[in-house]
């Protein structure tokens, strides 16, 4: 008998996965689930060795290449993340695609540890067979469709868990497949018309909502007494700077809190609401405003955080910065906004910021080096979308190096812009509304991982952001002081799209039903994160509450701070 070869680098492959295994059996003890389990392993694991067995080469070898990527995908995903893969987080990889490239070049080293495994799969199931079980022909080349089909349709009655310790190269295929399901299948209604009436607008105003990009708000002085300068935290001459402190994120993902902050999902309608109703450009329009877009992340035209083409057509001025380096990406954006808020004309703009997303290395000046030691520069300074990341293995000291980065970037991409923007631009008739999309788990507790947001199971810190009102101090739109200080650290994402309506003219009472409280009652927001944001196939969101005397800080003994004049000369060795 010839030497198996091909079994043994399929067993070898399926044995690379021994942890997951050893702690699926664990979780199901000696039950029935167990025997289930064992079936489902042993079924996936002979869909493998069949498909090693098809005699078309071309086919063979189609089989191999897509069984061994999907294997590389999941287990280099779960290594980056230190959690399992869950159709929820898959699903967040999808609609964050934009950021593939920023994720290889943040995290390419360990995508490498997950290739031995992945190489022995695709030799497996690649090389000649020496002799063949006597199937039919169509047996071997069903097998690993089969395979797909069954776990397919476990997960959906399941609303999509239970593939944990599985053989992985048939997990993403099955979440594909049920996506695919969904897209086909998941009709809501079409969107619908403003329904509500303004007031009159009295006078050309604007409005801006400002979301920043991966800035928790445990890092910046706003809530944090020894946070990084956000510009902010100080009296600014012409405005009034209304602090609301720390506020819970729509979720912990960029893609579900922006597209909430355009069309207004509640907590408890959100999945309807983001699908059906208008999008904020919708109510601006119908209020009087022209309507900008400044995306300072993406160039040529690229679209994200799930806007498609019908969204941008309500959108008067879309402007990118394809010529401008990423570092000076939110300079551009603030320059633009300068200039905005100069003319003549209602504007309402949102802009999407460069902010803080890995990596980070490069997004600010030598001189903005001021929290030592840092992460290596010189390699990512036009990196957005491709590139190499070494040299971080998630050790303490690595993670150490990344929040002193993060700290620069924040100095330069918060604090600067705003310094910048007050420096340029009018406000005594604008209402700008910041915050961020999510916050960061920068490991301060130690805990593993490479990751920093988008967790299946999150630190309270992914979900915490910044949030700050800022108005022409004659402009007096809302009651901002009313309840202010007994808001404080009390508010949500969800109490965003809300103010924005009362700032166009539209009343409270007419909208307070459909989308909630602004930020001017007295809030009873629960002070919590969606977890669970693509709730689907039955499941319900999972809501996480965040106790900020549980959050954690950044760790004081992180920084060697140089002063800001040593930072303009010193260059990162």
Not at 392 to 416: I, K, M, P, S
Not at 463 to 481: H, K, N, S, Y
Request: proline letters at 6%.
């Amino acid at each position: 008998m010839k030497f198996p070869l091909k079994e043994l680098l399929i067993i070898l492959y399926l044995g690379a996965g021994y942890g997951a295994i050893g702690e699926r059996t664990a979780s199901l003890g000696a039950s029935p689930a167990l025997v289930l389990y064992a079936g489902l392993f042993a079924i996936l694991t002979l869909g493998l060795l069949l498909a090693a067995y098809v005699a078309s080469t071309p086919l063979r070898i189609a089989y191999a290449l897509i069984l061994s990527a999907s294997s590389l995908f999941l287990d280099s995903t779960e290594r980056i993340m230190g959690q399992r893969l869950t159709y929820d987080a898959f699903i967040n990889l999808l609609n964050s695609i934009g950021f593939a490239g920023d994720a290889v070049d943040q995290h390419g080293g360990s995508i490498l540890w997950s290739v031995p495994a992945a190489l022995l799969l695709l030799a497996g199931v690649a090389l000649k067979p020496k002799w063949r079980p006597p199937l039919p022909d169509l047996t071997f080349a069903a097998a690993p469709v089969m395979g797909v089909a069954l776990l397919s349709l476990l997960l959906f009655v399941r609303g999509g868990e239970g593939a944990r310790g599985l053989p992985g190269a048939f997990t993403p295929l099955s979440y594909s497949s049920l996506n695919i399901y969904e897209t086909v299948t998941g009709e809501t209604g079409q969107r619908q018309d403003v329904r509500l009436i303004p007031g009159k607008l009295q006078a050309p105003r604007d409005i801006v909502l400002i979301i920043d990009e991966s800035v928790g708000g445990n890092y910046l002085d706003l809530g944090n007494p020894r946070g990084v300068r956000s510009g902010l935290s100080d009296a600014r001459p012409g405005v009034d700077i209304y602090n609301y402190g720390h506020a819970a994120a729509v979720t912990n993902c960029s893609v579900g809190t922006n597209a909430t902050l355009r069309y207004g999902g509640t907590r408890a309608d959100y999945q309807r609401i983001n699908a059906t109703m208008p999008s904020i450009w919708d109510y601006a329009h119908e209020a009087g405003f022209r309507t900008v877009y400044i995306d300072a992340q993406r160039t040529g035209g690229e679209l994200q955080n799930l806007m498609d083409p019908e969204e941008l057509s309500r959108i008067d001025s879309f402007v990118q910065f394809d010529s401008v380096p990423l570092r000076d990406r939110d300079m551009a954006a603030a320059d633009r906004l300068a200039a905005l808020l100069g003319n003549d004309s209602a504007d309402f703009v949102i802009v999407n910021k460069m902010g803080a997303h890995f990596p980070i290395h490069d997004k600010y000046p030598d001189r903005f080096m001021r929290h030592r030691p840092a992460l290596p520069r010189g390699q990512h300074e036009d990196v957005s979308d491709t590139g190499n990341r070494e040299g971080f293995g998630g050790t303490r000291e690595d993670w150490r190096r990344y929040r002193n980065a993060y700290r620069n970037t924040l100095l330069w991409n918060v604090g600067a812009f705003f310094d910048r923007l007050f420096e340029r631009a009018d406000l005594s008739a604008a209402t700008l509304v910041y915050t961020s999309d999510h916050g960061q788990d920068l490991h301060e507790r130690g805990n593993p991982g490479l990751n920093t947001h988008c967790s299946s199971d999150p630190v309270p810190e992914e979900g915490l952001v910044p949030l700050v009102v800022i108005e022409g101090d004659g402009l007096a739109t809302l009651d901002w002081q009313a309840n202010l200080v007994a808001n404080r650290d009390r508010v949500s994402h969800y109490q965003i799209f809300p103010t924005l309506l009362a700032l166009m003219g539209y009343e409270p009472a007419d909208f307070r039903a459909i989308y909630g409280e602004s930020l001017i009652p007295r809030s009873g927001d629960p002070f919590t994160f969606n977890t669970l944001f693509n709730a689907r196939l039955g499941r319900e969101p999972v809501w996480q509450r965040i106790d900020l005397g549980r959050t954690a800080l950044p760790p004081a003994g992180d920084s060697q701070i140089s002063s800001p004049a040593k930072a303009g000369v010193q260059k990162d060795g």
